[in-house]
């Protein structure tokens, strides 16, 4: 765990650096629960198992009314639920309920008429409401799975921090060729080699410019990429702790194998991929950027320094072409991450990571740790 001193968490700070509001700009919070009339008269606070929720309302909505919204200028502060999607990512229902017992339209009501949306949620939004930001042209932020531990450190940091040493590892990573990841367990270790063709990396940095409709995913901090093929294997753990090695051709796990735990969860995962064959589609290749403690997360483990993530599914808002539309099931249209880190899969060894580019092989992680290629980027005072 790491052991940096984070300051206390300001949501006046937060909303200063991640979308240096203007004067007059009308913000509000959405939540989700799963039942919306939860919302009416704030019933949702006395069920303790909602703390998520809870956070919306005390970390963020009451900080607003308290003073943050007369200290930057702000107006509105609404606070709405929509019914839990039930999956990440996936597109949200458009019916929204007001602790009064309104019920409202996020199209007609929401989406045209809030400049800055806060989206704190059991479920990542993160690709549904990054649709809409661009479509209608508000600002926002996705802070899925908010926790005590997520407010002291990866919230309470200094946004414009994070964005530079985000930027120096996308330029350490970027027009990469391809990347080759070895995944070891026990004395087998299995590869997988993910084409990224010299594309530009991307960075999760948690600013989301005035004049450039946006959504951050908070905690911010990754260099990420939508692969562009992908070949080989790599052992991926269940929910359940299951652990299955998954083989991927032309970009897409093709099938799972048992390696340990229930055959039926492998059997479960092969009728998707065998019903609904996209939804085995590598949407990302992610890299960690952030000193962070482990929250328990994985919206703030996946972003610290030495963790590597696979994604499957949707991938649109991340550039790529995946889009709901192409997938046979809706509610198979999400966009899962896989994070490898000694938290989250003690069992699992990332043992190396090479990057290949400019002819040359580069490695940049050993045992989730950055080697001196990534090091040395992060020391560089010229950027």
């Not at 309302?57 to 200290?71: G, I, P, R």
């Not at 996946?302 to 072409?321: M, N, P, Q, Y």
């Amino acid at each position: 765990m790491s052991q940096r001193e984070f300051p206390s968490f300001s949501l006046s700070r937060l909303l200063r650096n991640t979308f240096h509001p203007r004067k007059g700009e009308r913000i509000c919070i959405l939540i989700d629960l799963p039942d919306i009339l939860l919302v009416k008269d704030w019933a949702f606070l006395e069920n303790k198992q909602f703390s998520i929720q809870r956070h919306a309302h005390e970390s963020f909505y009451q900080a607003l009314h308290d003073n943050v919204m007369t200290e930057l200028q702000l107006s509105s502060g609404d606070f709405f639920a929509y019914e839990e999607t039930g999956g990440s990512n996936l597109d949200l229902p458009d019916i929204v309920m007001s602790p009064d017992g309104s019920e409202l339209s996020l199209n007609k009501d929401v989406y045209p008429n809030y400049n800055i949306i806060l989206c704190i949620s059991t479920y990542s939004a993160t690709a549904p409401l990054t649709a809409f930001a661009k479509q209608f042209g508000f600002r926002g932020a996705t802070l899925h799975g908010v926790n005590d531990i997520i407010l002291n450190s990866g919230l309470a940091v200094d946004y414009n921090e994070v964005s530079r040493d985000a930027e120096k590892l996308r330029l350490a990573l970027t027009h990469a060729n391809y990347f080759e990841i070895d995944f070891q367990l026990e004395d087998e270790t299995h590869t997988l080699k993910l084409e990224c063709s010299q594309q530009d990396a991307q960075k999760s940095h948690g600013i989301c410019l005035e004049n450039e409709p946006d959504v951050a995913n908070l905690p911010a901090g990754e260099v990420y990429f939508v692969p562009t093929g992908g070949e080989g294997e790599f052992i991926m753990q269940y929910a359940d702790g299951t652990l299955g090695l998954q083989t991927v051709e032309s970009g897409k796990i093709i099938t799972a194998t048992l390696i340990r735990g229930e055959q039926s969860t492998i059997d479960d995962h092969n009728k998707k991929l065998k019903s609904d064959p996209v939804t085995g589609e590598i949407g990302e290749l992610g890299f960690g950027t952030q000193d962070l403690p482990v929250s328990g997360r994985d919206i703030q483990d996946e972003k610290i320094l030495g963790t590597i993530h696979v994604a499957t599914g949707r991938s649109d808002h991340l550039g790529g072409t995946l889009t709901p539309d192409k997938f046979v099931t809706p509610t198979n249209a999400t966009h899962d991450d896989i994070l490898f880190s000694p938290s989250k899969t003690p069992d699992i060894t990332v043992s190396e990571v090479r990057m290949q580019r400019d002819g040359k092989t580069i490695v940049v992680l050993e045992n989730y740790q950055p080697t001196a290629h990534l090091l040395d980027a992060l020391n560089n005072s010229d950027l």
